[in-house]
């Protein structure tokens, strides 16, 4: 039997913890150097997550693995203590060695870089996103294209095509993996470069890094109609009448935004959601906000140009993640405006439910009752 993608997101936040607890140790041991204002990571490989996650078969044959490992610890432990029975002991380690169904070694471990674990000093910002996409357009676009489907004006003449940015690529890597290829580039088997290397900031990189997220969100929301990726809102500050200063300091609460454009009434306020009112300022809406690199960076997430913004509405869940957009001269929520889902089928008691509850509800219960997680490499985030 194998492991419920549950267990198997369980194992892996367990691993990721060992790894970064021995990385912490060997950094206040003073055993890696600092790389670009951050403890690098002294070895050549990590922990392949991405890998146990597609292959629950190998997480089970991991927990095994782990737990023999544990257990012939415990019989050395006994056998340097209980001498006469060390014969017997030995028998019951090689019975164990022989019956663990092992993991294929080689393939739980993946090369990285001395950057991997680098954390992003940015906290996804508009700000950040904005700056990004210019630095995009300066240094990338000619290569990656407009729409980061990689079919800028000098991809033809490249040795190899630029791969699209606006599938899972970015989400199977780890942010500290992306930060390291775009600063030194990157080069086929044989040494040959495919990606030049650049010779921008490190601020400059992690904040094409948002760009690049929110671009690949807003892309895939146009091509495949769901964020599969979950993306947080675009943080900026915001005057709200409850006194929060900043669209992340509204976590808790699931937020409602509002694009707001010509004239007509913003919202009508609902208990449910605290409601943002991006644009134009309007009465009686718990916040207020006027910003054009929010309304820039909301562009990107939702993939549309900024001029076509106004009408949209936004959801976010407690934690942050966006989950719900109406489109414009769509008045009415329906469940199908949940475009950030898990894959987790809605059970028929829900189905009942929900048919007997007003859209948004049945939006909010399913938010509420489904929480979607981010990846980075696998780990999750
Ligand atoms: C001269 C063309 C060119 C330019 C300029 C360029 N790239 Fe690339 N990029 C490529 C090619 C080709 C690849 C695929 C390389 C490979 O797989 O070996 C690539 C791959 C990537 C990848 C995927 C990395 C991975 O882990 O698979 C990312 C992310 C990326 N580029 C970001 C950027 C960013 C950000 C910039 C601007 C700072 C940029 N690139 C500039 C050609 C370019």
Same mark, same amino acid.
């Given at each position: ?11 892996? !936040? ?17 055993? #890696? ?48 203590? !209980? ?18 169904? !092992? ?8 090369? #990285? ?92 990189? !992690?904040?094409?890094? /948002? ?48 694009? #707001? ?8 306020? /609902?208990?449910?959601?605290? #409601? ?106």
């Amino acid at each position: 039997m194998n492991l419920s993608p549950d267990a198997v997101n369980v194992l892996l !936040w367990l691993l990721h913890q060992a790894q970064q607890t021995g990385w912490r140790w060997l950094h206040a041991l003073g055993l #890696t150097q600092p790389l670009h204002g951050q403890p690098s990571w002294p070895f050549t490989h990590r922990l392949a997550a991405e890998y146990l996650l597609n292959e629950p078969g190998q997480s089970r044959r991991l927990v095994f693995a782990l737990a023999t490992l544990l257990l012939l610890s415990l019989l050395g432990g006994l056998a340097w203590r !209980w001498r006469r029975g060390r014969g017997w002991l030995a028998g019951v380690a090689l019975g164990l060695l022989v019956l663990t169904p !092992w993991p294929e070694w080689r393939l739980l471990l993946r090369p #990285t870089v001395p950057t991997a674990f680098h954390q992003t000093p940015n906290g996804f910002s508009a700000s950040s996103i904005v700056r990004g996409q210019r630095a995009y357009q300066a240094h990338c676009q000619r290569c990656h294209g407009a729409d980061g489907r990689g079919e800028g004006p000098d991809a033809a003449q490249l040795p190899m095509w630029p791969p699209t940015l606006n599938g899972s690529l970015l989400w199977k890597r780890l942010d500290g993996e992306l930060f390291w290829t775009v600063r030194h580039g990157m080069q086929d088997r044989h040494g040959q470069g495919t990606m030049p290397g650049s010779s921008l900031s490190d601020q400059q990189i !992690w904040d094409l890094l /948002d760009f690049l997220r929110a671009q690949a969100a807003g892309q895939t929301l146009r091509q495949t109609g769901s964020w599969m990726y979950p993306v947080p809102v675009p943080d900026v500050p915001i005057v709200c009448s409850n006194g929060s200063r900043s669209l992340s300091s509204q976590r808790g609460q699931r937020l409602r935004l509002v694009l #707001t454009g010509g004239k007509g009434p913003v919202a009508s306020e /609902d208990p449910r959601l605290s #409601t943002v009112a991006v644009g134009r300022e309007a009465a009686d809406v718990d916040c207020h906000v006027d910003n054009e690199e929010l309304m820039q960076a909301l562009a990107l997430v939702v993939g549309v140009r900024p001029q076509e913004l106004p009408g949209h509405r936004l959801i976010a869940d407690k934690q942050g993640w966006l989950r719900v957009r109406g489109q414009p001269g769509d008045e009415q929520w329906s469940e199908d405006d949940l475009v950030c889902r898990t894959n987790a089928r809605p059970t028929d008691m829900a189905k009942a439910q929900a048919n007997s509850v007003d859209g948004l509800e049945a939006i909010i219960r399913r938010m509420d009752s489904e929480p979607v997680r981010s990846q980075r490499g696998g780990f999750p985030h």
